[in-house]
């Protein structure tokens, strides 16, 4: 059974940084790309980041380019979402998903989010 537990949101600053991890279990993470997405508040969910499975290819929605990195650590079965120059319209509900395939917006296991408020 997939389970994928976020951590690490919370408030920040305009500006600020946060570090976003997700821990994984139930399959064989090394094996599967994993994306990062996000839903804001009234809107519908939305693709941020992706990285396949060595980790030595990622690729990140145009609204966080140059702001975002994502990485693994497949020793560790967990993916982070290292968030800097933090903007509010960043502000959502974001989850870690499983990537079935090789289009990383299309997941087939995620979590429950963790949320993230930018906000002074």
């Known amino acids: 059974q997939v389970q994928l537990v976020e951590s690490g949101g919370g408030l920040a600053q305009p500006g600020g940084s946060l570090r976003l991890s997700c821990a994984a279990s139930?399959?064989?993470?090394?094996?599967?790309?994993i994306s990062w997405a996000r839903q804001a508040p009234g809107k519908g969910l939305e693709w941020v980041s992706g990285?396949?499975?060595?980790?030595?290819?990622?690729e990140y929605a145009d609204s966080v380019k140059g702001r975002f990195t994502i990485s693994r650590d497949n020793a560790k079965n967990t993916l982070y979402l290292q968030m800097n120059s933090l903007k509010p319209e960043d502000t959502a509900l974001y989850y870690c998903?499983?990537?079935?395939?090789?289009?990383?917006?299309?997941?087939?296991?995620w979590g429950q989010g963790t949320q993230v408020t930018v906000s002074s």
């Open positions: 990285i396949y499975s060595d980790g030595s290819d990622t």
């Open positions: 998903a499983k990537v079935p395939g090789k289009r990383l917006w299309i997941y087939d296991g």
């Open positions: 139930g399959f064989t993470f090394s094996s599967y790309a």
